[in-house]
């Protein structure tokens, strides 16, 4: 099978486990984003696909082939780390054409290589600019640049943007996206945010406890988050208990009772956890409680200009809603809301 394949893949240090049962298949061509809480394995796990670390058990395969044991500088796998790890005394040019002469290209082909580069990445005006006389973003192109030189078969990215401003880093998010794809090179990326995980992955691999808790697009992930880890870490989200009544239907603890999807897993009277995203909350003029749709009372409002977070207690649970100005009527706290929860929106997470 071709792409990069990961078999029960373990790292342990001492009695200490960092990552353990990792199964994946990463497919060609594809922007693949490691998400995860701090300390969950994310970094162990790139580390030995690059070669950086050794594996406690497991395999992996490129393109059939077991590359699990074979040193990194053989792997032809290009690294951007958190550091960028340039050299502040080299010029953009000289940095770039580092890996290529280290691989015995000639002078030539350097040169020809770091102008063609320079061209992808827009900087074809500082080659001979010092690094250090770079802006962050800048210094971001020049580390993509340097990894991509040896036209490497994968490109590892370790949380590179961690060092950027909010706004550069957005942009940054863009602008790697945009380069993976006119690349077409396979990229496998840490990172610990994920609205970037949401922005840049054609796949997310979420990570939590030392092991993967779901693999899916990030729609998917948002959508359907196959756990509560999932759904807590990704986004934000109303997460709260409930009673399972049968034929799709729970109790909240208040007492009013909800259609929901229904799931074959739960039988009746087992206690659930539910989610719905805060986008998904209805907010209404109060009306008598009626299907889906409760009486509540508003507990805080947080208006951020663009959004409208309100808080509503109802049947003994505390939703967030979020709503655009256009949609919000001017709610303050203690005024009484009818909350509507589509049936569709509601995730049963488990018991
Ligand atoms: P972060 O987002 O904070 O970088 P991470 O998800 O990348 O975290 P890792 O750096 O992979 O996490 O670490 C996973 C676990 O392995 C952690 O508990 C960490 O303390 C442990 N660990 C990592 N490297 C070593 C090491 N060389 N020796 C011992 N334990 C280690």
Request: proline fraction near 5%; include cysteine; glycine fraction near 10%.
């Amino acid at each position: 099978m071709s792409g990069l394949i990961l078999e029960n893949v373990e790292k342990h240090y001492g009695s200490a486990c960092a990552v353990k049962d990792v199964n994946l298949h990463l497919p060609e061509g594809k922007l693949v984003c490691f998400l995860g809480p701090s300390g969950c394995g994310k970094t162990t796990l790139l580390r030995m696909i690059a070669g950086l670390e050794t594996l406690s058990g497991g395999e992996i395969r490129l393109d059939g082939e077991d590359i699990g044991h074979t040193p990194a500088h053989q792997r032809n796998f290009g690294m951007v780390f958190q550091s960028l790890a340039l050299f502040p005394h080299m010029t953009v040019g000289e940095n770039i054409a580092y890996p290529l002469k280290l691989r015995g290209v000639g002078k030539a082909e350097q040169q020809a290589r770091v102008v063609e580069l320079l061209q992808l990445i827009q900087l074809q005006e500082m080659i001979d600019r010092p690094v250090s006389k770079l802006s962050g973003g800048q210094r971001q192109r020049v580390a993509i640049a340097r990894a991509i030189a040896n036209h490497p078969k994968i490109l590892l990215l370790d949380e590179p943007l961690s060092a950027l401003d909010a706004k550069l880093r957005e942009s940054m998010q863009v602008e790697i996206r945009q380069l993976q794809q006119r690349l077409n090179i396979t990229t496998i990326m840490v990172t610990h945010d994920q609205r970037e995980a949401m922005t840049m992955a054609d796949i997310v691999v979420v990570l939590g406890e030392h092991r993967v808790q779901q693999v899916g697009t990030p729609i998917e992930i948002y959508r359907h988050p196959a756990n509560e880890f999932v759904a807590d870490f990704i986004g934000s989200g109303n997460i709260f208990p409930a009673t399972a009544l049968g034929n799709g239907r729970v109790s909240l603890p208040g007492g009013d009772a909800l259609q929901v999807p229904i799931c074959s897993s739960i039988v009746v009277g087992e206690k659930v956890r539910m989610l719905i995203r805060p986008e998904d909350l209805q907010l209404s003029q109060p009306q008598a409680t009626a299907g889906n749709r409760l009486l509540g009372k508003v507990t805080f409002v947080r208006d951020i200009g663009a959004t409208i977070e309100t808080t509503v207690e109802c049947s003994g649970v505390s939703f967030t809603a979020l709503s655009t100005p256009c949609q919000g009527f001017g709610l303050s706290i203690g005024n009484p809301v009818s909350v509507t929860l589509p049936a569709e929106a509601c995730r049963v997470l488990g018991a």
